[in-house]
C-alpha cells in the first residue's frame, strides 16, 4: 500500500498440504531451495514438512537458484 505494509495473498490449499507443498506451489525454485517457514503470528519456525491449518500466515525463507 500506500505506506510501504505488504498485504499478504490468500492461497488454497489441498487438506494435508505442507510448507514445502506451499513453496513448490508458488515456484519450482522455491521448493527446490526451501530453508524454513516462519509462522507470521507467532513467529515460530516451521518445517519443511509442517502441515499447514486453516488461516495460516507464513512467510518462506529459500535459496536463490
Known sequence: DDE???IPD?????PGSTALDFAFSLHTDMGEGFIKAVNVKTKLPLG????LKH??????F????
Open 55 to 60: 488461516r495460516d500466515v507464513i512467510e518462506l
Open 48 to 51: 519443511k514438512e509442517h502441515a
Open 62 to 65: 529459500f535459496k536463490k537458484p
Open 4 to 6: 510501504g505494509n505488504i
Open 10 to 14: 490468500c492461497f488454497l490449499m489441498k
